[in-house]
């Protein structure tokens, strides 16, 4: 009987493809070049006579027979990675590694990270930050710090940290322009900065304008970024009003970098969460942190 069994190279090219739906961003990941990857992958549907993805276009989509394979790969090499870490752990117990989005590590981890080294110096934190990405987890993170709701991470311990609502910010600067911020309607007179992607942020505007009760309001002028880091930096330095999320936000209004010119607040069931693999807790590295983000950020769960 011929022996198929693939390479481990092969299944991780595979895995990583299957993830994040393109060559190219697989390649990034494992440090690889797109036509290495693309190799890859073809000696591996060779090697099993089916067909794993199309292309459609400059975009791929998995098969029904890739996915079939890729959901038994991935927790493969999940459970292979957790082996390997526990058999070295006593190499790298005392390195915790965080993964955090980028706009939540800047604005609510890093500043609020000091305390959790200075009650544990023999800890060593190497901080990781996370692409935008549906699917975020990463192996070689003891936790990570992301954005979505419970059911978005299936077979992985989640623990949300913050609950969501979604209201206009801008700078008090803002307020001393030509144009009055008293009302919603005053809007149309601003620039408006919205956070969108093609495949990762919504844009929530619409949203929160239907909450005001403002069906159609002609907007002036907007300016448009594809992460919340960079939309929050505008709104700072006064060109425009941006759609905050309260957990990200508070600290810059409480030092009055920005301020909430309306009193209409959006709910929404998104929020941060802390999402690891369920053997990791056992680490005291990662219990320890575990305990402290949730105590530290114990006021954005309401």
């Known amino acids: 009987m011929r022996n198929i069994f693939p390479s481990m190279t092969g299944l991780r090219a595979f895995e990583a493809a299957a993830r994040h739906r393109s060559f190219t961003r697989a390649a990034i990941e494992l440090n690889l070049t797109q036509s290495a990857v693309s190799h890859q992958i073809r000696k591996l549907e060779e090697l099993l006579n089916i067909k794993l993805f199309d292309r459609v276009g400059n975009e791929i989509q998995i098969t029904e027979s890739g996915s079939e394979i890729y959901t038994v790969a991935r927790a493969a090499i999940a459970e292979l990675r957790l082996a390997m870490d526990r058999a070295t752990r ?18 609510c981890l890093i500043p609020h990270l000091k305390s959790f080294t200075r009650a544990n110096p023999g800890i060593h ?11 975020a987890t990463h192996g070689d993170c003891d936790v990570a710090i992301l954005y979505g709701v419970e059911s978005d991470w299936p077979g ?25 911020l008293d009302d919603p309607q005053d809007l149309a007179d601003q620039v408006i900065i919205r956070t969108v992607s093609p495949l990762i942020l919504r844009d929530d505007w619409p949203f929160w304008f239907r909450k005001a009760g403002l069906s159609d309001l002609g907007l002036s002028q907007d300016i448009t970024c594809d992460l919340l880091f960079p939309s929050y930096q505008l709104a700072i330095e006064g060109l425009g009003v941006a759609l905050g999320r309260s957990a990200v936000v508070r600290d810059d209004i409480a030092a009055g970098r920005l301020i ?18 369920s053997m990791r807790e ?12 949730r105590d530290e950020f114990s006021e954005l769960l309401k």
């Not at 390195?95 to 604005?107: A, E, P, Q, R």
């Not at 607040?265 to 690891?276: D, M, N, P, Q």
């Open 156 to 180: 992985y311990q989640v623990s949300r940290i913050t609950t969501e609502e979604l209201f206009p910010v801008c700078s008090p600067s803002l307020l001393d322009g030509p144009n009055p």
């Open 282 to 293: 056992e680490y005291t590295k990662v219990s320890r942190f575990l305990a402290w983000a």
């Open 260 to 277: 909430e010119p309306f009193s209409i607040r959006l709910e929404t069931s998104f929020g941060y969460h802390l999402v690891y693999p």
């Open 125 to 135: 934190v190497r901080l990781r930050i996370l692409p935008p990405s549906p699917d």
């Open 90 to 107: 006593q190499n790298n117990d005392d390195v915790l590694t965080i993964g955090t989005l980028g706009t939540f590590g800047m604005k």
